[in-house]
Structures are given as structure tokens and as C-alpha cells.
């Protein structure tokens, strides 16, 4: 059977609650709510890294932020890493991209065999002397340095700005690319098999969106709660860098985000407009929406992303094959932005490269659920401190070191993410396993010192770690140990 076209559509910071498929009635998706009709919507899909960098290095690598050696925000892939590009450029796939990919470091391709639209400029700008915020702002089209989160919520606006201007520009240069790659595909039955990308910037801020969307969203949008949690990290952003706006401000900055959304919709629809113009039928390519990570908007008072409530680690994520698989089904499994790599190349035919954090979707997508380990990780480095997150089911639970306290919510018994549970003697049992599987991942005052991988592939094992290294002793203080 011939090898499938693939093409990926990429949003950036875009909540996983913020389109019409995932029941929100004011924002208008209709092409991304016609994919999610068609093909297969993941409920629970999450980033590795709720931060923009490295979250798309392990989403290209199919690996976790330590084992790709990128948990950090100024950190990429090794030049000629094994990408999930450079897999299916080596299976005769032409890969093309156009927009974001923010790979930072020399390696500006990692495997994409062509790029249509500028990205960053590589991270050696950083080594010749211009300040990390400088530079930031230099790698991302902006001329002055990176602002607080209230700069950008009190000058959210009716504009047209840089970042429309890149994804104006990513758009037309992909169709641009299709209309001539495909032009003679009636009479050219040789053609390469593509694996497309069109990576936008929208809708991170700054927030800015057309006077027409503004106006559209301002008296529409709601405003999601702004109290705190109480937590050293959860709260932290408010403490450390106060984002002190009016409740009109919230309203600018959210309606200018709506704005942002409904404008990659349509910039999506274009592309698949040029693909069936050109004879292209859009049934037998495989095609896949997500995001990087998601916008807290100012819930428990918090702006961008960086945590782990649903708001900024939870993502978009949807599937649309129907050659193979008949969708508009909603999959609530727990899966990680990593499981693309494993994923695409299995419905491809390709072989999967050792060593990945990458499990194949394609037993989700065939309804085969009795194997799925309904697993899924985030990990990142502030401030030296690894800050590690395990859902399993409805629980996710939260490590930020020995000195802070872990965290687990209940999203069943409280979706709103608003108490923690840590101390409950209820979940005794599910916390005494999420500490074994963190002392696998490599984390906490006892993790294993060999640690390769999550330990998804057949054969891996793992270090079990002892009773008494999972329950730490009332000296260590990591934890006050519960009672059993």
C-alpha cells in the first residue's frame, strides 16, 4: 500500500479548551471542528514541556525533556538528531515546513528537507555577546526585549502585528509550495510522498487580532477565575512578577486571543483548500492539529504557561485518517505530544528508532485500549530545580524538589484543579506509585542513576526502587511521610 501524505497543522500556547470541538461555544473553529468531526479528538493529550522550546524538541525527537537533554528553555537538539523529519526524509518522504520550529541551535533543518519560511536565528547569537532577553526577542521577530506578562495583557489591542505578519507569510509560502509540488500530480504518478508542517505563532502573545475579531470577542469572552492557589510554584508568577490589571484588561487581552484562534483556523483552511484544489483527496492523507503547550489566561492568576494545571499543560490534539480509520470519536486515554513520532511512523509503515518516549496512537485509533498504559509526563528545569508531572487516569501528581511540597489533584472529584490531595489517606496507594515511577524517571533524592528512558519500549527495564527509598524518612525533606 502506498505510503500516506501527512500533514501537520500547528497552533502556538493554544489552550486545549479554546476551540468549538472541545465545547466552546464562542470561539468559531469551523475548520478545525470539521477535522475534529472527521477524525479522532484526544481528550487528554498533554506537552512534555509546558514551555515553548522544548516542548517542540521533544515533540520532533519523540522523547521527554531528559532524555533528549532539552529541559530547559534555552536549550535544542544536537546538530543531526534522530527527528521524526529526518526518520521520513530517510524513508524517501520530501519533508517541508514552513513557520516556527525554534530550534535554537546550529542545526536549523533537523531533518526537514526543505523550509519555505524563516524561524529564529540560531543561538550563537547568544555566544557573541547579546543578552538572553535580547536575544529572544531577536529570535522572535520582536524589536525590544521580552515584557512582563502585564505588558503584554495591558497592551493587548486591535492590531495587525509582527506575529500576523509571520504566519500570513508561513501560510502563503506553504500554498505556494502545493500549488507547484502538485500541479501535475493527474499525469505525475511518481510523486514523492510529502510530510507537510505549517507551524503558526498565534495565539501566543502579544495579543493583538483584527478590529472586526475584537469586537466580535469583547463582550463575549469569559474571564476565568483569578485566585491564587496556594502553592510555592503554582502561585509563583503572581509573587514573583505581579500582573496587576483591570478586569477590562482581561477582557482586551482574552478577546484578542479568541481573535488569534479564529485567524489560524482559517489560515488551516486555506491549506486545505490548496490541497484539494490541486486533486488532492484530503480522506486519504493523514492530517494532525496540535499545539506546544497551553495559555493559563489568567486563571489562578496566572499568565502564559510553565505550570501544570489542565489550563498550560494541556493541549489540542487531533487525528484525521479516514482511509484507515473512520473517526468523530473522542479518545480520553492520557497521551503525550512525543507519541506523534511512533504514531506517524506507524501508519506510514516506517520503523520506530530506539531509545524514544514515544508510544504508537494507532491501537487508540482502532478502539484497542486494553494495553494503553494511560500514562502521560511533563518535565522542566527552573531555577535548577526539576519540576516533574505523572497523570495516570484522572490523577496527576507534581514534583518540585525536596524543599516545596508535592502536589496531586483529582481532576474527577475536581476539575477546577483547586485543592490537593497530597495529604489525603485516600490516595495513599496512588501516591506511593507515582513516587516509584518518579524514582524510575531519574528524580527525587533516590532516583535511579542509569535512568535511559520512560521504559516504553519492549524489552527496557527499569530500576524498582525499595519501600523505604519511596517513603523517605521524616529527616529527609523531600516529604513528610504519610501514614500506612
Known sequence: MPRPNILILMSDEHRADLTGFAGNSIVDTPVLDELAKTGFVFKNAYTPSPICAPARQCLMSGQLPKTCGCDGSWMDLTPNYQTFARQFAQH???????????????????????????????YDKYNEGLKR????????????????????????????????????????????????????????????????????????????????????????????????????????????????????????????????IETIDGYFGRILDALSKVGQNLDEWVIVFLSDHGEMLGQHGIWEKARYFEGSVRVPFVIRYPKLFKGGKYITENINLCDLFATLCDLANISVPPNLDSRSLKPLLEGKKDSWSNETISQIKRKGIDHVMIKNGDLKYQYYGE?????????????????????????????????????????????????????????????????????????????????I
Open 92 to 122: 524517501a518522504y520530501h519533508t517541508v515546513c514552513s513557520g516556527k520550529l525554534h530550534h535554537l541551535g546550529s542545526d536549523q533543518m533537523q531533518g526537514w528537507t526543505q523550509r519555505l519560511s524563516p524561524d529564529a536565528e540560531v
Open 403 to 483: 524543599e516545596i511540597p508535592e502536589v496531586l489533584f483529582d481532576l474527577h472529584a475536581d476539575p477546577d484543579e483547586t485543592k490537593n490531595f497530597i495529604n489525603d489517606e485516600k490516595y495513599v496507594a496512588s501516591i506511593l506509585a507515582f513516587r516509584k515511577r518518579l524514582v524510575e524517571l531519574g528524580y527525587g533524592p533516590n532516583g535511579t542513576k542509569n535512568y535511559k528512558n520512560a521504559g516504553y519500549e519492549p524489552g527496557v527495564t527499569i530500576e524498582t526502587p525499595s519501600k523505604e527509598k519511596l517513603w523517605p524518612a521524616d529527616s529527609n525533606p523531600w516529604q513528610t511521610p504519610l501514614k
Open 133 to 260: 532577553e535580547e536575544f529572544l526577542a531577536y529570535s522572535q521577530g520582536k524589536l525590544t526585549e521580552k515584557r512582563t506578562n502585564e505588558y503584554y495583557v495591558k497592551e493587548a489591542r486591535p492590531e495587525y502585528g509582527q506575529y500576523q505578519r509571520f504566519d500570513e507569510r508561513a501560510t502563503e509560502d506553504l500554498e505556494y509550495f502545493i500549488n507547484n509540488y502538485f500541479k501535475d500530480s493527474s499525469t505525475n504518478k511518481n510523486l514523492r510522498p510529502v510530510l507537510l508542517k505549517l507551524s503558526l505563532l498565534q495565539p501566543h502573545y502579544p495579543f493583538y487580532t483584527s478590529q472586526e475579531l475584537f469586537n466580535k470577542y469583547y463582550n463575549k469572552v469569559n474571564i476565568y477565575q483569578e485566585k491564587l492557589f496556594d502553592h510555592p510554584v503554582l502561585s509563583q508568577s503572581q509573587i514573583e512578577s505581579p500582573v496587576n490589571v483591570t478586569k477590562d484588561e482581561i477582557r482586551r487581552a482574552t478577546a484578542t486571543y479568541y481573535g488569534m
